[in-house]
T-cell receptor, first 115, second 116 residues
Framework: EAGVVQSPRYKIIEKKQPVAFWCNPI?????LYWYLQNLGQGPELLIR????????DSQLPKDRFSAERLKGVDSTLKIQPAELGDSAVYLC?????????????FGPGTRLTVL | AQKVTQAQTEISVVEKEDVTLDCVYE???????LFWYKQPPSGELVFLIR??????QNEISGRYSWNFQKSTSSFNFTITASQVVDSAVYFC?????????????FGTGTRLTIIP
C-alpha cells in the first residue's frame, strides 16, 4: 500500500514569492492534516480536513496561508507571500476516521527554505 | 491544555546497548491516546505505537518495548540491543479522545545516535 505522497521534497524561494505544496493521502483515508515542523521541534498542526471540509484551521495564519482539498482526496497548501520565518518542513498526514482517535500516517515532508 | 515533555534532547549509546527514551505528558482528560513516532534522516515520521489511556499493559515488539504508567504520566520507550539503524529522532505524542478534535500534540523529540 502506498504511503502519503508529498511534492516537492525541497523548495527554495526568495521572500515575498508564492509557494505551493501538494499532498496525496493514503488511499481511502478521509482525514488529512497539514503540519509545520520547525528545526528541533515537534510538528504542529496547521489544518485538518474531514473529506473536503476544513474542520480545524485555528492554527493556520490565514493572512498568508491557504489550503484546499478539492474532491476530498489531494490537498494543496499555499503560502503567499512567503516570509523568512516560514522556512521549515511542511508535513502532510492522513488517517481513516473511525469515530475514535485515529492513527495518523505521515508523508516525507517538504523542506522549504526562504531566502 | 495538553502537553508532552521529552526532557532528553540528545542521547548517544554504543551499538548493542539498551536505551530508554522518556516521555511525560499532561492532560485533563481521562480518555486519551499516546503515540511514538520515529523520524529518520529522510524526514518521514514513522508510526511505532499507539496506546489508549485504559490500557496500561506494557508492550513489546521485537527489540522495542513501551512502559505506560498513568500514576507518573509517563510513556517511556526502550530499545534493547540497539542498532545503527535505530539512529533517528523519536517523538512522543498525545491526543485527547474528543471526537472531532483529534489533534496530536508532540514533544520536542529525542535525537538518538547509535555509535557503531
Amino acid at each position: 500500500e502506498a504511503g502519503v505522497v508529498q511534492s516537492p521534497r525541497y523548495k527554495i524561494i526568495e521572500k515575498k514569492q508564492p509557494v505551493a505544496f501538494w499532498c496525496n493521502p493514503i488511499s481511502g483515508h478521509n482525514t488529512l492534516y497539514w503540519y509545520l515542523q520547525n528545526l528541533g521541534q515537534g510538528p504542529e498542526l496547521l489544518i485538518r480536513y474531514e473529506n473536503e471540509e476544513a474542520v480545524d484551521d485555528s492554527q493556520l495564519p490565514k493572512d498568508r496561508f491557504s489550503a484546499e482539498r478539492l474532491k476530498g482526496v489531494d490537498s494543496t497548501l499555499k503560502i503567499q507571500p512567503a516570509e523568512l520565518g516560514d522556512s521549515a518542513v511542511y508535513l502532510c498526514a492522513s488517517s481513516l476516521s473511525t469515530g475514535v482517535t485515529d492513527t495518523q500516517y505521515f508523508g516525507p515532508g517538504t523542506r522549504l527554505t526562504v531566502l | 491544555a495538553q502537553k508532552v515533555t521529552q526532557a532528553q534532547t540528545e542521547i548517544s549509546v554504543v551499538e548493542k546497548e539498551d536505551v530508554t527514551l522518556d516521555c511525560v505528558y499532561e492532560t485533563r482528560d481521562t480518555t486519551y491516546y499516546l503515540f511514538w513516532y520515529k523520524q529518520p534522516p529522510s524526514g518521514e515520521l514513522v508510526f511505532l505505537i499507539r496506546r489508549n489511556s485504559f490500557d496500561e499493559q506494557n508492550e513489546i515488539s521485537g527489540r522495542y518495548s513501551w512502559n505506560f504508567q498513568k500514576s507518573t504520566s509517563s510513556f517511556n520507550f526502550t530499545i534493547t540491543a540497539s542498532q545503527v539503524v535505530d539512529s533517528a529522532v523519536y517523538f512522543c505524542a498525545l491526543s485527547e479522545a474528543n471526537f472531532g478534535n483529534e489533534k496530536l500534540t508532540f514533544g520536542t523529540g529525542t535525537r538518538l545516535t547509535i555509535i557503531p
